[in-house]
């Protein structure tokens, strides 16, 4: 059995009271689901209860759950003091809680326990005050899995972007590309797209010159790494293309030229996708060991504060884990 965790974010990101909201979806009720979070704040959570109409409980082992009984289930991850936080506010208890709750999902993954975790939006500021490094979630996962090989992705229905670095600026890239990665990169998009039933599809390898191949004014990089890459994995079968100026690659992806964009670094993929629309996308984490996808930052923290929350960008990463989770 397939069994998906979802972990609470911290109170400036998705309340207690969204993620249960996100119960009330037929396919989320018949779902194996397992929340990890503080079970005395969502006991307060009564609205969520009651439109739910299902018992919160409290278990330590997934093999205590009952997936027949209507219930929800959670894996306790104690806060000291719960009652003193507030949604919207950014407290250093909320942010040690949130990596907590990733803490603990991440063991129950590494042991096969859950296929999958979908990750509720975490706060730098918050982590930092509750004494944690974060970078961002890709790093965070990868630190705790031990995993060398992973890559951020960002999902939308029209548009998915598969990044070649981490949360690094466009300075700071050019000293880390080399062909190794792209082909790594590659690699887990080629997997990213065969487990969502796209095998074989299309990818492109964004330049990092925004008139590249225009007119022949091919940077050092792309003659010197991108293209004899690309030119490397086609040999060896694979069906990808580039360098591609990143001015147009976006479009051409969102027209349905190509399944996944590589991009070369984080800002050279985030922006196209904002400007696109991708409040409505999930992050995922690829190359774990386990299924890893995150409700959209952008949606939660700009509602979560002003008590307007929905639940839809969490109920599309639950959603987007169990059709990666097979």
């Known amino acids: 059995m397939k069994v998906i965790g979802i972990t609470m974010g911290d109170a400036a990101g998705i309340s207690p009271e969204i993620t249960l909201k996100a119960f009330e979806a037929e396919e989320i009720r018949q779902t194996p689901l397992v929340i990890f979070g503080c079970y005395e704040t969502f006991i307060k959570q009564n609205e969520a209860m009651q439109i739910t109409q ?38 250093a208890q909320a942010g040690a809680g949130a990596y907590r709750c990733i803490e603990k999902a991440t063991e129950y993954a590494l042991r096969g326990e859950i296929t999958a975790i979908a ?54 890239m050019l000293d880390t590309l080399n062909p190794q990665r792209q082909q790594t990169v590659v690699r887990i998009a080629e997997d990213f797209l065969a487990r969502i039933g796209e095998e074989g599809a299309p990818i492109a ?26 030119k490397n994995l086609q040999a060896q079968g694979s069906n990808v293309f580039g360098a591609i100026p990143p001015d147009t690659v976006f479009l051409q992806a969102y027209e349905g030229k190509y399944a996944m964009v590589v991009a070369q670094y984080h800002d050279q993929g985030h922006i196209p996708l904002k400007l696109m629309g991708f409040h409505d996308g999930v992050n995922i984490t690829a190359g774990l060991p386990f299924i890893r996808t995150s409700a959209d930052h ?26 990666l989770a097979g």
């Open 54 to 91: 299902k018992e919160l409980v409290k278990i330590e082992h997934i093999s205590d759950a009952d997936f027949t009984s209507g219930q929800i289930h959670i894996i306790d991850v104690p806060l000291e003091s719960p009652s003193t936080l507030e949604i919207g506010k950014v407290q």
């Open 298 to 323: 952008g949606t939660a923290f700009d509602i979560a504060g002003k008590n307007i929350a929905k639940c839809d960008s969490i109920l599309e990463s639950i959603r987007l884990a169990i059709k």
């Open 119 to 172: 990750t509720a939006p975490l706060n730098k500021e918050a982590l930092h005050l509750g004494g944690y490094h974060y970078a961002g979630h890709t790093e965070l996962l990868a630190e705790l899995t031990g995993t060398k090989d992973f890559a951020m992705v960002l999902y939308t229905d029209r548009l998915r972007v598969i990044h070649a670095t981490t949360h690094i600026s466009l300075r700071k």
């Open 205 to 230: 390898i964004a330049g990092i010159n925004p008139h590249a191949g225009e007119s022949g004014l091919f940077g050092s990089e792309e003659i010197e790494v991108i293209n004899p890459t690309v």
